[in-house]
């Protein structure tokens, strides 16, 4: 729906009802890694298994090995709100992206 405002550049998609205090903010680091590598960037929380009941309203990641650096997973999938069973990892979707331009869609 932004596609003629964001043109043909790269672009951050934040979700409001997300925080992330800290130092070096979140989408910065984010468009730090988008213009190392050149590929998009969402940024993940590490949630513990039994505490995936708890965060049941985010999306989630399935993970690679680490291509890029310790901090860095190349990601396969994302699941939006799976059961916490069905959680293909421990990684849950923060609200911080940094997406080059281009046909796709978010979860």
């Known amino acids: 729906m932004a596609k003629d405002l964001v043109g043909d550049e790269p672009f951050a998609v934040l979700l409001g009802d997300v ?4 130092e070096n903010p979140a ?6 890694v988008y213009e190392a590598t050149g590929v998009g960037a969402i940024a993940v929380e590490e949630v513990p298994k039994e505490r995936t009941n708890l965060v049941r309203n985010r999306g989630w990641s399935s993970g690679a090995q680490p291509p890029f650096g310790e901090r860095l997973l190349r990601v396969r999938d994302l699941v939006e709100k799976p ?16 997406l080059p331009t281009g046909d796709f869609r978010l979860p």
Do not use: D, F, W
Request: aromatic share 4%.
């Open 27 to 32: 989408t910065k680091q984010l468009i730090q």
């Open 19 to 22: 925080l992330i205090p800290g």
């Open 83 to 98: 059961k916490p069973e069905n959680a293909p990892s421990n990684l849950a979707i923060t609200g911080r992206y940094v």
